[in-house]
C-alpha cells in the first residue's frame, strides 16, 4: 500500500503540486493524464525527491518519510523504493546494455558481479533485448533504449516503478514494443505510476486514471470512466481538444 498526503511544490512562487492525495495498492497502476504544464512529471520527480516537495509524506508499508524534513539516508531509502524511468533513457553511453542494467544492482544493492549479472540478463531477456546485451546504446534503436532503460528499473525490484512519457520520444514504429514490455511488467504484479499522453496505451494498461490540471486532482476512475464518460468540465475540454489534435 502506497499513500501521498498533501504532496506541494512551488517553483518562484507559483504553484506547480497543490496539496496532492493519492492512495495506490499493491500490483495497481495508476495513470496520470492532463495537459502540458499541469504538474504530472513534477509529480513523479517530487515522489522521487528528483524536485524537492515543499510539503508532503509518502508512506510506503511501514516506512513512511516527510518531505518537509526528509534526511538523506531517507533519500537513499526512498530511491531504492521508487525506480523511474525517463522520456530520454538516460543511459550510460560507455557501457553495453548488460552493463547499464547491472549499474544499480552493483552500486545500490551492493550485489556481487555475478548475481547482478545473472538478474540483468534475466530483466533484458524480459523485454526481449537477450541478443543486445553486449550493444553499445549507440548501436541501439530508441526503443531498444527505452526498454533496457525498463529494464534497470525493474531490476531493482522496485515498490514502485514511475514511468515518465516513457514513449514520447521514441518513433510511432518503435512505441509498441516499449509499450508491450510495460504492458508485461504490469501484468506480472509490478506497482507503477504511470504519466502519458497515449489515451489508447492508459486505456490499456492503467486500473486508475487521475486528470491532473493546475496541480489538483480534478477527477478520478477507471479509464472508461474518464476517458468516454468525463463528468468535470475541464476533463470534457480536456478531451474535445485531444481529440480534435490526435485522432
Known amino acids: 500500500m502506497i499513500k501521498i498526503s498533501n504532496l506541494s511544490k512551488s517553483f518562484s512562487g507559483q504553484t506547480v503540486l497543490n496539496h496532492l492525495n493519492l492512495d495506490i495498492q499493491k500490483g495497481e497502476v495508476v495513470a496520470l493524464i492532463g495537459s502540458s504544464g499541469a504538474g504530472k512529471s513534477t509529480f513523479l520527480r517530487s515522489l522521487n525527491y528528483l524536485e524537492t516537495p515543499d510539503s508532503g509524506t509518502i508512506q510506503i508499508d511501514n516506512f513512511k518519510v516527510d518531505f518537509s524534513q526528509i534526511s538523506q539516508e531517507e533519500i537513499l531509502a526512498l530511491r531504492r523504493k521508487l525506480s523511474m524511468v525517463f522520456q530520454q533513457f538516460n543511459l550510460f553511453e560507455r557501457r553495453t546494455a548488460l552493463d547499464n542494467v547491472k549499474e544499480g544492482l552493483v552500486v545500490v544493492k551492493k550485489l556481487s558481479d555475478e548475481e547482478a549479472t545473472k ?24 526503443g531498444q533504449k527505452q526498454r533496457v532503460a525498463l529494464a534497470r528499473a525493474l531490476a531493482m525490484k522496485p515498490d514502485v ?13 518503435l512505441v509498441g514494443e516499449v509499450e508491450k514490455s510495460i504492458a508485461d511488467a504490469a ?34 476512475g477507471t479509464p472508461d470512466e474518464i476517458i468516454n464518460h468525463p463528468k468535470e468540465e475541464r476533463t470534457k475540454e480536456f478531451f474535445a481538444s485531444y481529440k480534435r489534435t490526435y485522432i
Open 119 to 142: 538478474i540483468a540478463k534475466k530483466e533484458l531477456a524480459k523485454v526481449g533485448l537477450s541478443d543486445r546485451e553486449n550493444h553499445y546504446p549507440r548501436h541501439l534503436s530508441g
Open 161 to 173: 516503478l514511475l514511468l515518465d512519457e516513457p514513449t514520447s520520444a521514441l518513433d510511432p514504429e
Open 187 to 220: 501484468k506480472s504484479g509490478q506497482t507503477m505510476i504511470l504519466v502519458s499522453h497515449d489515451m489508447s496505451f492508459v486505456a490499456q494498461v492503467a486500473d486508475k486514471v487521475l486528470f491532473l490540471d493546475k496541480g489538483k486532482i480534478i477527477e478520478s
